[in-house]
């Protein structure tokens, strides 16, 4: 018998705010986080713009920092969102047996030591010969170059953070499926929790990639907007004049665990997670499946697995879903093709669903987009109104759909909000779709 699976906790870190209240505060009322980037000298590249955190200090989230001295950016972002979740879910006043308490992350990588890095490279090349010379390079690098830091690049670090603050000794995994990573790791956390592994698990993802790799690696691939003098009316998702997304950075993290479990602890369910799809493209490394299958399938997938039929009205009228939070990059490819597979799905019921992109506020969190758009759906049935997304002033014929253009839409006369999806479709070809729903018992 399968378990059913609830959402307890929830925290994040952003380019708008450290706090779940104000961060939803400020998508509903269409705050943009896209400024210059500040954390290296960006005045010659094609994109010198960006949504960092600002303002962010591991001391002022959490008590025990002196533990992770030394911790990388993506890994204290995780920290203090998991925090947040933890307090959240009541977890630090609760028994909870902690071996059956694991993790499932979609942390990237961490920041590279830059100047140790280069330093160490340079120091090593012969110009004249054009060689590498390796005793020369060995000996700057173990001179320049510190092992707790290239430690801290390791994707599991992250992990081994959060398992060491918050005790978590049950099944602990990682994975790198790029922008589809947040919605895979909570996808396979629900799993695990379905199938009975463990009764608790923090769900989330975590990554920075405002760095000088992150950045010309995106700009190399032209994938990202290059309207310097307008930054401030970029990403334009769904728009005709969309050049590309905007780098963010952040975390989101979640406590999911046994319902019963919840329950007999006296924690109360956000929202349940009901449904997971998980595909694979197969068919170019950067470039989306034209006819949108992996999309279409990841989304089946996901409604099947939570019991709708996405192209049947329920018995108030309504589609059965009531937003869906798109993927949604401003790129030419992924909206137009996001927006086909969505058709697929919902036959005839497409274009009234809702249907937004909050990177269009927040920037692409890379591989920590998806928790925390997954957070704006049960932010969305606890409240009852959809965040919008801005910068759409040129709708384009391709995409024809109800994205809540500018303006955030309160659907509580229609009923609220009940169910959701939320869309991660990463580089490589990798789809993951989550469906939550509003916990009834």
């Known amino acids: 018998m399968t378990r059913r699976v609830v959402i307890t906790g929830m925290g994040w870190i952003t380019p708008l705010g450290h706090d779940v209240d104000s961060v939803w505060a400020k998508l509903l009322t269409g705050v943009s986080a896209v400024g210059p980037v500040t954390r290296f000298d960006a005045s010659t590249f094609a994109t010198n713009f960006a949504a960092e955190v600002r303002g962010f200090r591991l001391t002022d989230h959490l008590p025990t920092h002196a533990r992770h001295a030394g911790a990388g950016l993506n890994s204290q972002f995780a920290l203090a969102a998991a925090r947040q979740a933890w307090l ?245 490819e992924n909206d137009s093709i996001e927006t086909h597979a969505v058709r697929e799905v919902f036959g005839e019921l497409a274009p009234r669903v809702p249907f937004s992109s909050v990177k269009s506020s927040l920037g692409h969190l890379i591989q920590a987009a998806g928790a925390v758009e997954l957070m704006t759906c049960v932010q969305a049935i606890k409240t009852g109104w959809v965040p919008p997304t801005i910068n759409l002033h040129h709708p384009d014929p391709e995409c024809d759909l109800d994205y809540v253009p500018n303006k955030a839409r309160d659907l509580n006369p229609q009923g609220g909000v009940d169910v959701c999806l939320s869309n991660g479709f990463g580089f490589g070809g990798q789809n993951d779709t989550l469906c939550v729903r509003r916990w009834k018992a």
């Open 88 to 332: 959240q879910s009541g977890l630090d006043k609760a028994r909870t047996d902690l071996s059956r308490m694991g993790m499932y992350l979609g942390a990237g990588e961490g920041s590279l030591e830059y100047n140790s890095y280069l330093t160490t490279n340079i120091a090593g090349w012969n110009r004249e010969t054009r060689t590498v010379d390796a005793r020369r390079l060995t000996e700057v690098g173990m001179a320049t170059m510190s092992a707790a830091a290239e430690l801290e690049q390791e994707p599991n670090s992250t992990l081994a953070h959060l398992a060491m603050e918050f005790g978590c000794c049950g099944p602990s995994f990682n994975c790198m499926t790029a922008c589809a990573a947040g919605n895979q790791a909570i996808g396979e956390a629900f799993e695990i929790i379905r199938r009975g592994d463990a009764d608790v698990m923090f769900a989330g993802a975590a990554h920075s990639m405002i760095h000088l790799l992150g950045m010309t690696g995106f700009i190399r691939l032209t994938a990202m907007s290059k309207r310097r003098d307008e930054f401030n009316t970029v990403p334009r998702p769904f728009d005709s004049t969309r050049d590309g997304f905007v780098m963010g950075e952040g975390a989101g993290m979640l406590v999911i665990e046994d319902a019963d479990h919840a329950i007999a602890r006296g924690a109360t369910p956000l929202a349940e997670v009901a449904g997971y799809g998980s595909t694979a493209d197969a068919y170019r490394m950067t470039d989306i499946h034209p006819d949108g299958k992996g999309a279409v399938g990841a989304m089946m997938q996901a409604c099947r697995q939570a019991g709708i039929d996405p192209r049947r009205l329920n018995k108030d009228g309504r589609p059965p879903v009531h937003y869906i939070s798109a993927h949604g990059t401003g790129t030419k």
